[in-house]
């Protein structure tokens, strides 16, 4: 079964927060770790919090860390940390061209 994908996008961060981030960042908190309270966390799923940028991830970190919510199993990502994970698992063996290729076909 394929893993389920969700974008979520908003114009203000108030209203996204409590309507969607928050409620999202608290499912995953109790779906991503696994064990009992003898054992060590398990991650059982992973998780990813795509952002524009570094700032951005540190507010969300911040924000979460305010709230008291868990940042156990997921990832914070910038656009081209993203791309390189989904071409690592989609396409392994494909080699995409680097600048310098690309400069070569001007």
């Excluded at 524009?52 to 199993?73: D, M, T």
């Excluded at 994970?85 to 396409?91: E, F, G, M, N, Y």
């Amino acid at each position: 079964m394929a893993p389920r994908i969700s974008l979520y996008r908003c114009l203000d961060f108030a209203s996204a927060w409590s309507s969607v981030a928050r409620p999202w960042f608290e499912k995953q908190r109790g779906a991503s770790l696994a064990g009992d309270a003898g054992q060590s966390y398990i991650l059982s799923r992973r998780a990813a919090v795509l952002c524009p940028g570094a700032a951005y991830a540190a507010f969300l970190k911040r924000q979460l860390v305010a709230e008291g919510l868990s940042l156990i199993g997921i990832e914070f990502l910038n656009p081209g940390r993203c791309w390189e994970i989904l071409r690592r698992h989609l396409a392994p063996e494909c080699r995409v061209a680097e600048r310098a290729d690309l400069h070569l076909l001007l």
